[in-house]
Every structure is written in C-alpha cells, then in structure tokens.
C-alpha cells in the first residue's frame, strides 16, 4: 500500500517532504486523477515500471475500487465508464465465445443503423465488461425503466436511432446530476458553452442540463446536427464525445475513410474506447436476460409522474412535510434543482415533478404549502441566496481575503475574464471593490456559523442519522418541531447535506 501511495503521490506532483507516508493525506480526486494516469499511460516508460509494481489483479482491483466509487458519485466522467481495449492485457477467460458473439452481432446489426461488425477490439470490451462489471447492471437497468421510454419519445421525434438511449449510460451512468471533471454536467454531459447553444438555461438555482427532459431534447437536436454534417450515426458518437474537429482531422489522416474503424487509430485516445463501449452497452442491453441480467426494481416509472407550476418560492421539505411525498423521491425526480428548491421567478416557468397518484393532494395542500414557505421565510436568519442567470452579470463586492483566483473559482470563471471585464491590469484587489461577474456556477452561501445562529437554551437531544432518513421523517418523530428549525440547529443548507452518522441536535423546548 506504501508503494501505491509514493506512485500516486509521484503522479499527483505531492510534496513528501521529511513526513512519514502514513500522514500524509491526499485528496480522493488527486488518487483518482493519478489512477486514471495510470490507465492512460500504457506505453510509456513510467508505464512499464508501473506495470512491475502492479500485479494485473491489483490493477482491476484498483480499477473495481473506482467505478464503485463512480457509480455512486455525483462526480462522474465517461472515461470511467469506458474500457479501453489497448488497456486489457494479458489471457483471461473469455465469458461469452468468440463464435456466440459474431452470431449475435450479426442479428443486431440488421436491426440498427450502427456499424456492429465483429472486432477483436469491441470482442475485449464485452467480455471485460461482463466479466468485472456485471455488478452494476441491475441497479442501471432499473434507471432505464425510468429513464428509457423518455429518451426513446424524444429521439423518435428528432429522428434519431432509439439506441442512442445507450449513450446516456456511457456518458452519465444515468445519474442526472453527473458531474466530469472537466465540467460537462447531466445525463447528457453537456459543457456550459454547449448547454447554452441548445438553451440549456443554467441560473443560481437551476441547471438545466441535469433537467432530463430538456436535456435529451437537446442532444437529440445535438446529436442531429452531428448527424447531418458526417452522414453516418457512428461519427456522430464519435464526435458526440471529441467534437466534429476531431472527426474531421482523423477522416483527413486516414486517407479520407469514414468508416469508425479505419478513422480510430487517428483520434483521441478517450475517443478511440467511446464507441466500442457504447456498442458493449447496447450488447448487454439488448442480451441481459442470456448473461443472467436482470433490472433492480425501479423506484418509479416516468409515466407515472406528472408537473405542475409553483405559484411560489418552495423547497421539497415543505412539499414533502405537507404531502408526505418522500423527500428523496422529490429529488430523484426534480435533480435539476441544485438547492432543492423551486423558485418562483417572473417570465421563468418552474415546475414541480410529482407521483400523478399524489397530484389532488398537492392541489389540495398548495396553500398550506405556501403559507408553511412563508412562515419559514420569516424565521429564516439568512435570505435565500439571489437568483441570477449565470450568464448575466452580477456585481460583487470584494471581501476581506478575497483575491482573484479564489473568485474565480466560486463563480466558475478565469482570472483573465475578471481581468478582461474590469479593465484590470494587475492582481490586486481593494476591499469594497466592486467587480463585473459574468458567473458559470452558483456560489455557495456560507453556512452561518455557530456565532450567528443563536441556539436555542436549554437541554437538547443528539440524533444519529440512520440509513433512508430525511429531514422530514426525523421532524415527524418529534411533535412540534419543524424541517426548518431542525436545519436552522444544524447549520444544514441542503438535505444532500444530510448523511448517515451525522449528529443532529434536537432542542424539545
């Protein structure tokens, strides 16, 4: 483990120093980012001494360890979804045969427009994918029952092949709030810049690139511009992911082909592995039940849902606290509220997703719901955070301790561009100050300190969070203690913010 530790520590560019191995403690996303190196480097020299400090299992260990991690994150990008062939080395037992499954591509080739031919390359991706990740499938394949018949509705009426469904799981591993490193956000990972040319509108409140619906509308529009320039649906999921340029260049460096296979060895690495785990995706779909492949069960089917419009500013507490529809089932179907709250702006039309069955109670408690939103406002020591579109501008005051970088990086921006929009030509900053923003992300408020929210006096009582708890079911134990008062003791902003083994207070009087 020592050794695995100094290999990261070389690749993440940590400084050891005179400190003993044991303390030194190094961020999750460095190990994973040095990992994923590993997997990258394959030829090279480090590679090779990699390769004799690392036995192959340790290697698929390392590689199980972060796509458990990655299912299971909000912090996902595609290339750990995606298994590179070049990257599976050695003999291993072949789970489906060589013969078996030219047979099976053969009959789904004649029912797509896709290129699945047999290929030795595609042959290594399947096998690996269901001889080390045939765990994850279920819990997807239940995903699909929600997410599928929505994404197939939307890509029928653009004209798009209804596999492309598939694409969502490389991308996203259908999690709506997917978040790569890079930026690119959703089920479909949309960057900000491509999010804003299909009016994926992102505001302090709302992404609309983890909005389902309004997401897959634009990558079937997305996807059918790609389709139009190349003429052939396996360069569109090619430059779906490295973007038409790259397409281009490999087409021209090829010698003019545009078959995938003959253009792959002249684009992006990451690329060159996209397609064949897309085709891998839509074998195991599509041959579940002959690997023994079978869905979770889902929490809910899309067509079982339903929306309406909010009249006013609410979160899913209050929705939850007067309809006693689950808290996390508010947010599994509204993910692109990013505070869990819906607010209630002029010319901007929010909605709510709901269970259809719970509809009339919703209408029948929609005043009580707002009467209990306004009178949280009036007990809330802290406003709720200023709506603004993140590509409008908002005005920012500097504070103390402030300097360019750490602006930056709360409102998703370069230094350069605050420079640019100030007409600054240092780094120096003055408190008071006031800067032009055109912010890309939402800044956070800072939970209130222990100082500014006066408890109340008096004994209070410590809850441990258990497993499938919300807010809402904890208040319900407690007789005349509200969401709101119990998030106020707590310094909670969010109820993602609420976790197993977290120590609540609890003032009874």
């Known amino acids: 483990m020592k050794t695995l530790l100094k290999l990261l520590l070389v690749f993440t560019g940590t400084v050891i120093a005179q400190q003993p ?19 990258r480097a394959k030829d090279t020299t480090k590679n090779r001494q990699i390769d004799a400090l690392f036995s192959d299992a340790d290697l698929k260990k390392i590689d199980s360890l972060l796509v458990e991690e990655k299912f299971n994150s909000s912090l996902f990008d595609s290339i750990q979804y995606v298994i590179n062939d070049k990257d599976i080395i050695g003999n ?11 047979k099976r591509l053969v009959d789904l080739n004649a029912n797509t427009p896709f290129n699945l031919a047999y290929n030795p390359s595609l042959d290594k991706v399947i096998n690996s994918y269901l001889k080390y990740r ?70 302090s409140y709302v992404d609309e690139r983890q909005d389902p619906v309004k997401a897959t509308v634009a990558a079937c529009k997305y996807l059918s511009q790609l389709y139009k320039i190349f003429g052939d649906w396996d360069l569109a999921l090619a430059a779906y992911n490295s973007g038409p340029g790259n397409v281009s260049k490999a087409i021209k460096r090829s010698g003019g082909y545009k078959n995938y296979w003959n253009i792959r060895p002249f684009l992006p690495r990451e690329t060159a592995g996209y397609v064949p785990a897309f085709y891998a995706t839509m074998y195991i779909f599509e041959y579940a039940e002959k690997h023994d492949l079978y869905p979770e069960a889902p929490k809910i089917f899309h067509f079982e849902t339903d929306t309406i419009h909010v ?15 689950d808290v996390d089932l508010i947010s599994f179907l509204n ?5 869990d709250i819906i607010p209630f702006i002029e010319n901007r039309s929010y909605a709510v997703r709901i269970p259809r069955k719970e509809m009339i109670t919703f209408l029948e408690k929609e005043k009580e719901i707002y009467a209990l939103a306004d009178e949280d406002d009036s007990k809330r020591e ?13 005005r920012y005051k500097v504070r103390s301790g402030d300097y360019l970088g750490k602006i930056a990086s709360k409102f998703g921006v370069r230094v350069k ?29 800072k939970k209130v300190s222990k100082k500014q929210n006066k408890l109340p006096k008096g004994k209070h009582e410590v809850y441990i969070v258990k497993e499938g708890d919300s807010l809402w079911t904890i208040a319900k134990k407690y007789p005349k203690i509200s969401v709101e008062q119990i998030k106020k003791w707590n310094n909670i902003w969010s109820i993602k913010n609420l976790k197993p083994g977290m120590k609540l207070k609890i003032f009874k009087s």
């Open 335 to 339: 993910p692109a509220y990013k505070l």
């Open 134 to 203: 045939k765990k994850y499938y279920p819990a997807l394949m239940a995903k699909a029952k929600y997410y599928f018949p929505m994404f197939e509705q939307y890509l029928d009426q653009y004209d798009v092949p209804l596999e492309m469904k598939y694409l969502a799981i490389v991308e996203s591993a259908l999690r709506p709030n997917a978040r790569s490193y890079v930026g690119a956000t959703g089920l479909w990972q949309f960057m900000y810049g491509t999010g804003k040319q299909f009016d994926l509108k992102i505001s």
């Open 382 to 394: 802290k406003p709720l955070p200023k709506y603004f579109e993140m590509d409008k501008r908002i």
């Open 92 to 102: 291993s037992t072949k789970i489906l045969s060589t013969e078996l499954l030219k």
């Open 21 to 39: 191995i044991d303390s030194i403690y190094i961020p999750v996303d460095s190990v994973e980012i040095a990992v994923d190196s590993i997997f």
């Open 417 to 445: 561009d605050i420079k640019r929009w100030n007409g600054m030509r240092s780094h120096r900053l003055k408190i008071g100050q006031r800067l032009s923003i055109y912010p890309k992300k939402l800044a956070i408020p």
């Open 311 to 325: 009249k006013r500013t609410i979160s899913f507490d209050q929705i939850s606290e007067k309809t006693d529809i």
